[in-house]
């Protein structure tokens, strides 16, 4: 669905159980994203009521119009007037897994190319040798699988976004959930004089697990052959 909607919407009554909605062409459309094949009317009750979707053939060039009867009377009704183009979504981007140690966590962003507005999210995900499990998230870019799975377990997991225009090209990521903590990469070594250091790293992210301490290992190389390895643990 575009982001820019058709301009000129006229709602009016013709009865106390129908409506005739019109609407005029775009005339700005910078964000087609393709070209418009047709009009999308939703409509409800009042602002919690159930959407109702009608379609309806079109192209830029012309506005167009529709009647909707069966209505409730004397009831408010809100309605939506959307523009759908023929393009689908390309590959969600930043695809990233986070692993614990009997899940997995997802995050992702919108596709660099979302032609149109992202309504759904569909996941697809299984570990090896078992079969898949499908789900559909709505629009959030998170995802966390159940807390089921072995330590070590390798899990294959498919993120597609979803437009009016269907499904999008589909991103793959495989992950294994940990089976010990991960190593942690010093990111910066300051010397600060000639018998001390300073060492800085990133904190380590397990989802549902909190880091007890950390333990740094340094070896010291004296004039001999040998090397003293020394042990510090601290919170």
């Known amino acids: 669905v575009l982001q820019q909607l058709p301009w000129d919407v006229t709602v009016l009554a013709l009865n106390s159980t129908a409506v005739f909605v019109q609407w005029g062409r775009i005339k700005i459309c910078r964000t087609a994203n393709g070209l418009i094949v047709k009009y999308r009317v939703q409509y409800r009750a009042g602002p919690n ?11 830029r060039s012309s506005g167009g119009d529709i009647s909707i009867a069966g209505l409730s009377p004397f009831t408010a009704y809100y309605v939506q007037v959307a523009a759908v183009n023929e393009k689908v979504p390309g590959p969600v981007a930043s695809l990233t897994a986070i692993p614990s140690f009997f899940k997995i966590c997802y995050t992702w962003r919108e596709p660099q190319a ?122």
């Open 49 to 59: 009521g159930t959407v109702q979707t009608v379609d309806k053939p079109g192209d």
């Open 114 to 235: 979302p032609n149109g507005i992202i309504t759904d999210y569909s996941i697809q995900y299984a570990s090896s040798g078992s079969s898949s499990t499908s789900t559909i998230l709505g629009s959030q870019n998170s995802f966390r699988t159940p807390d089921s799975y072995d330590m070590g377990s390798q899990v294959n997991l498919t993120v597609v976004a979803f437009t009016a225009a269907g499904p999008g090209a589909p991103t793959a990521i495989t992950a294994t959930t940990l089976t010990r903590p991960p190593s942690v990469e010093v990111r910066v070594a300051i010397a600060l004089s000639d018998t001390s250091v300073s060492l800085y790293w990133n904190s380590l992210v397990i989802p549902d697990f909190d880091i007890a301490n950390y333990t740094v290992v340094y070896t010291r190389i004296p004039t001999s052959s040998e090397a003293t390895e020394v042990k510090v643990v601290f919170p």
